[in-house]
């Protein structure tokens, strides 16, 4: 009997070898393309492996909130719902990009949330997602949401950082009664995936999904890929992957049924597509000068009393600095693109705001062609009510108006406060440009602004 039991262990042991060795040939044969670069022969969708990342995040990964009090302007950097998270590339190989694409999935919602605030003109219900500080993407309606996803937008991720996102949810009171809002269910999912991992110079290093074997910029072969200017690309692959280009984020990015381990030959020349300004990112910066009598520097952007980077210049109180100089996509809207600057390129009293900002005209790109006010003012409370809450916070004191009366931001304590003296704050003005202009070079970054033309 005992020798019995010994076989049928004996058998019993064999069973589960083979079986464990058929699960661990299972579980290889159906790995992301990450791990599979070895078989010349493998095709992977636009999805690679999440293992390549670490994703934590400080509140999980789930959103299960309801509606609160509506948030006036001022408040919705201290006051909303803040979902934040990092990721962290686990190797670091030189000269690689990858991409990641952050979406919101299995979105439940009340109806009452999608509904157009006649005040606002659009929905008063605000997702947005920020990457380092910059906007990555918001949606101002339930009507963005389709099949209960909602995409932000794609990331070329820094492996020498942890890269940092923080997600909000929102309602923006819109001076009215909005108590039907209160207390309607949102839930969703915060989804990451790796869309792309591509060698960006030409080099030869461990393990890319697909390798670059030559750039070649307008006819002159490069050992990179192009940083500025606007180029359509040309991508010749050895397995015949699908490579395509991303003109704005200027990225490479495989679709689907591309080959693991694929080598490709990229060239590039200057696009001949026009790319409107209209269709780039909020939050971008451009390169626009007035001429309507503003003065040097200013004209472009540079704020008052500036003195360099570490100074970005102020209005009101020195203590308190802008953080940026220049001109932002502040909304698009109606179809045209509207500036707004970064800081303050002057500062002035109540009665010289409008006088102050008409300067900043420029009728090579404005609205209509004209200066009037219908092209150029000084920030409003509509305004506020289109962008997006990093446009809001700039560091320093500035006036802004509404119907009723005219307020100004209050750095120290992040709000706006009414006031009736002649306090010398900054003026921010803001352009409607014309639905034509369009872009011609830059990538849209404090660095290297969208360079603009009609």
Avoid at 154 to 168: A, C, G, K, T, Y
Avoid at 285 to 313: F, H, L, R
Wanted: proline share 2%; with cysteine; aromatic share 12%.
């Amino acid at each position: 009997m005992r020798g019995d039991g010994r076989v049928s262990f004996k058998k019993m042991l064999g069973v589960i070898l083979i079986v464990v060795v058929a699960l661990f040939g299972l579980m290889l044969t159906t790995s992301y393309a990450w791990y599979s670069y070895e078989s010349a022969s493998t095709k992977f969708d636009v999805v690679t492996a999440n293992d390549d990342i670490d994703i934590v995040f400080q509140k999980g990964e789930f959103i299960n909130t309801e509606s609160a009090i509506p948030l006036k302007v001022s408040d919705i950097d201290r006051y909303s719902d803040k979902y934040d998270f990092n990721i962290k590339i686990k190797k670091y190989v030189e000269d690689n990009e990858m991409v990641a694409k952050v979406s919101l999935v299995d979105i439940v919602m009340d109806e009452e949330l999608k509904k157009v605030d006649e005040v606002l003109g659009d929905s008063p219900f605000r997702i947005e997602l920020f990457y380092q500080g910059g906007l990555v993407g918001s949606s101002i309606s339930g009507k963005d949401i389709v099949d209960t996803v909602y995409e932000f937008g794609d990331v070329v991720l820094s492996s020498s950082i942890d890269n940092q996102f923080e997600l909000r949810v929102y309602l923006v009171d819109n001076d009215g009664k909005q108590d039907y809002l209160m207390d309607k269910k949102f839930q969703g999912k915060i989804n990451v995936n790796v869309i792309s991992r591509v060698s960006t110079n030409v080099v030869t290093f461990e393990n890319p999904d697909i390798s670059v074997s030559k750039i070649t910029i307008d006819g002159i072969e490069s050992k990179s890929l192009p940083t500025s200017n606007l180029y359509d690309m040309t991508a010749v692959c050895e397995k015949g992957s699908n490579v395509t280009w991303n003109t704005m984020t200027k990225s490479l990015i495989y679709g689907k049924d591309s080959f693991v381990g694929d080598s490709c030959s990229l060239s590039f020349v200057k696009s001949t597509k026009k790319v409107y300004l209209r269709e780039a990112t909020v939050g971008s910066y451009v390169q626009y000068v007035g001429n309507n009598g503003c003065s040097g520097k200013a004209c472009s952007g540079e704020n008052a009393n500036y003195v360099d980077d570490n100074q970005m210049g102020y209005c009101g109180n020195e203590d308190f600095h802008y953080f940026k100089s220049g001109f932002r996509i502040a909304y698009i809207k109606d179809n045209t693109a509207y500036l707004v600057s970064a800081g303050a390129p002057e500062c002035g009293n109540l009665q010289s705001i409008e006088d102050i900002a008409i300067k900043y005209c420029n009728t090579n790109y404005t609205y209509q062609g004209v200066c009037d006010s219908n092209s150029v003012w000084s920030l409003r409370s509509s305004d506020i009510s289109n962008i997006n809450s990093d446009l809001i916070n700039i560091g320093g004191y500035y006036w802004y108006s509404n119907s009723s009366d005219v307020s100004f931001w209050n750095p120290s304590n992040r709000t706006f406060l009414t006031n009736n003296d002649s306090g010398d704050y900054g003026v921010r003005p803001v352009i409607r440009l014309d639905a034509d202009v369009y872009i011609v070079g830059g990538a849209g970054t404090y660095q290297d602004p969208y360079i603009i033309q009609k």
